[in-house]
């Protein structure tokens, strides 16, 4: 199948190869040049961390210095997202405006591939023909009964205009009679998979008595309908279209094609079933998506990723739930990056979020959504339920099933990051003495080793009082946008360690000439306040006359976020020299404590330092004993 030259090049020149690239990546600012058109990020087809990729709009072209794969907008549409070159094609010229052509009409792969198009075309025709024709039976006195089920479901009017919900008559061949007036075919008829074929070979509706749902694809196409079942006992609950030439059911998603236009406002829901997506609609939860009938498969969690880097898995609360829930996870693991991961809510037992909805009311959703818990934290629940961890045994399977299921993860850092909190969880248990390893006694035991249990509280605190640091540098440039070019230098020297806080700052600073967009200003500021409630009533950087006193508080962050940077650094140092039983003398012992009290003193100011330094001398007064002793021992021992 060829195409023309010059209709090749009329897509690169209106589509830019970095609007396409960049829903994969993050651009590193401080390499690109937004003006020149050259972009730099990590490579989106190997793990790394440096910005090795590079998209040069002028030439259209991409090559990362570091996997060595180069290539055009298709190369890279064929090999990120799976599309045929034929596909890509199609997709990009309609994102150009530009009619879809072929070069040689005459050539049989090309007349294949024009019939093909010109089938699916009168397909996706004879479904919105369809979609009227249900719409217009919901309103009659035939779909009266299916009007009062939905009003029993608590579906607005709204909702049913928004998801163009109809009724399928309970007569067995209205649709059939309408397609053939209109003048087309039985064979295409049949190809809808909207109408069956008799053994008689007389043509009629497969769906019938049934409330409908039209199945939209990415172009925001009709290509299928789900049908529920109005009467318990009259066939299967739910009854959705055959597979076709245009409906393929793992690779859409339910009102994934809506959904993208709510997200600025709420994470992405992933339910089992499109009455869940209804349901949380007709609730104002405007961002959940469903699978069609079947098991999520790798195709559509893909493009649920595409939309949303951390959706929710918010399956039923049965034993079916539960188990799909397992699946998805499995299903997600070996993809897992630090833009691609999965949250975990789970309803109460025996309740689909319909039912949560009805019986607990919307709050009580959205509190368990936003309680929602990691993947790593879902598979360690799950390994705990499955039997008492009351053995050393035991503890150690745990270790050995939850590596396993770590070791699945393809991307490198990731996969070091959960194995090293799996040691961490499983050391947990090896805080109780019947459990412990290389037991020593208590003359032999290193003196610092009473710290272990205390320091990840330490180290977690910290890095929380950091972030908030971070939210507060954020929330201050959102709101006074001007501050930006002025303090530019010192902003771009900036090392966020919350990575959602540190896109969200390449997103702002990646458009400076251009006011903040209402989405990306909404985004920000959520993600400060999650970070940093008390930011939401902050008197200087909530009003707009005060940018002067915005600008020095903005300044002395920034000096702040350096410095408690720097002794973080050296608390981590610490950290792993503790881990390791390393430190040996009592000098370093104490470097620990100065350096916490030097960071607690970067992030909160005098009174904090006073209070923290009374506490940590208490709780390590005995560590700090025992210490004491052993030093006066070997002393006495020279």
Known sequence: MSYSNSFLEQIKERVSLSSIVSKHVVWDNKKSNQAKRDFWAPCPFHSEKTASFHVDDNKAFYYCFGCHTKGNIFNFLKEKEGLSFQEAVKFLS????????????????????????????????????????????????????????????????????????GYAPKDGNALTKLFLEKGFSRDIIEKTGLCLLSEKNALFDRFRDRVMFPIYNKYSEIVAFGGRTIHEGSGAKYLNSPETDIFKKGSIVFNLNNVKKHLRKDDLIIVEGYMDVISLYNSSIKTSVAPLGTALTEKQLGLIWEACEEPVLFFDGDKAGLAATERVVELALPFLSHNKTLRIARPLENFDPDDMLRSEGRDSVLELL?????????????????????????????????????????????????????GEKINQYNTFPKFRRNVKSNSEKHFYSNFKAKKSNIFKESEIELEKIEAGIIYCLVNNPTLFGENRVKLNELDFQDSVLKKLFWEITDKLEDPISIDLKERALRKALQKDPLLKSHLIYNNIKETEKSKKLLLNAISVHNLALNRLERLKDLKIKLKSDQ??????????????????????????IRESIAKEKEAYKETLDQLSSKVRRKTSKK
């Open 370 to 422: 936003r309680s929602s818990i990691s993947i790593l934290d879902f598979i360690v629940d799950r390994e705990k339920a499955s039997k008492p961890i009351d053995s050393p045994e035991r503890i150690r399977k745990m270790e050995l099933n939850l590596k396993r299921k770590a070791h699945s993860i393809k991307d490198v850092g990731v996969r070091r990051l959960f194995i090293s909190k799996i």
């Open 583 to 608: 430190i040996e003398s009592k000098n370093e012992g104490e470097s620990l404590e100065k350096a916490q009290i030097k960071y607690h003193s970067a992030v909160s100011g005098e009174r904090y």
């Open 94 to 165: 309609e994102k150009a405006g530009l009619e879809y052509q072929l070069e040689n009409s005459k050539n049989p792969k090309n007349i294949q591939l024009e019939r093909k198009i010109s089938l699916q075309k009168e397909l996706v025709k004879l479904h919105q023909i369809a979609s009227e024709f249900y719409n217009k039976n919901l309103v009659t006195t035939k779909g009266t009964i299916a009007i009062n089920y939905l009003k029993e479901r608590g579906i607005s009017k709204t909702t049913i205009e928004e998801f163009k919900i």
